[in-house]
């Protein structure tokens, strides 16, 4: 079955920069990949996603990436600000009738 | 706004009691499903529905747990008895699409068991 790798597990960035989480997954098959947010106390949501006919999608400040030939996908988000403070959550789909596959999160802090 | 609700939204119970979790999906979604969130495991998925049907429970402790869809504006998840290791947030999500894409999340029950 289809497997998610997700790194790094904490990320600590300073307001203002950067961040960037990377996710690998197992099974060529897989053709969507979408990203949660969860917020402290809250269930995830989605933010953002990609299918595998796309290689890169943005909104706004953030941003997915896909290549499909090494089986890896990352999350960028740019200007990151306190409220981007959150566990966020990579899922893959593969295209038989089985539900997402997540990631074990990432917990995000942005610091000010 | 549809949202998937979920009650109770905190649960603290003793070792060995029954305890049951309530969940109404988005109306006009077909699939429902229910995961389970501690520290150390992310979201473990335990089960899941499509169009009322179980369409795998595998990632269920058999002997204690048990989820059912008595209609489809209702999704139960119980724990009998409930033991210490089972004190995690349990987290319903529905979606409309029958490939399982979007999956739109519940604000979870907190469970302590003592």
């Known amino acids: 079955g289809e497997n998610v790798e997700q790194h790094p597990s904490t990320l600590s960035v300073q307001e203002g920069d950067s961040a960037v989480i990377k996710c690998t997954y197992s099974?060529?098959?897989?053709?969507?990949f979408p990203w949660y947010k969860q917020e402290l106390g809250k269930g995830p949501q989605l933010i953002i996603d990609i299918r595998s006919n796309v290689g890169e999608k943005k909104d706004q400040r953030i941003a997915v990436t896909l290549n499909k030939t090494a089986k890896h996908f990352s999350l960028h988000i740019t200007e990151t600000q306190p409220e981007d403070s959150a566990v966020y959550f990579c899922?893959?789909?593969?295209?038989?009738?089985?539900?997402?596959?997540f990631g074990k999160g990432t917990r995000l802090s942005v610091i000010a | 706004d549809a949202r998937v609700t979920q009650t109770p939204r905190d649960k603290v119970t003793e070792m060995g009691q029954e305890v049951t979790m309530r969940c109404q999906p988005i109306?006009?979604?077909?699939?429902v499903f229910w995961y389970r969130q501690t520290m150390m495991q992310g979201l473990e998925l335990l089960a899941y529905f499509r169009n009322r049907a179980p369409l795998d429970d595998s990632g269920m402790p058999k002997d204690r747990f048990s989820a059912e869809m008595p209609d489809a504006t209702l999704a139960t998840l119980k724990i009998q008895p409930s033991e210490p290791r089972d004190s995690a947030v349990y987290f319903c999500?529905?979606?409309?699409?029958?490939?399982?894409?979007?999956?739109?999340f519940g604000p979870g029950t907190r469970l302590l068991v003592l």
């Open positions: 999500a529905s979606g409309r699409d029958s490939s399982g894409e979007t999956q739109y």
């Open positions: 099974d060529s098959a897989s053709n969507y």
């Open positions: 899922a893959a789909l593969y295209s038989g009738n089985t539900p997402l596959v």
């Open positions: 109306l006009g979604h077909n699939t």
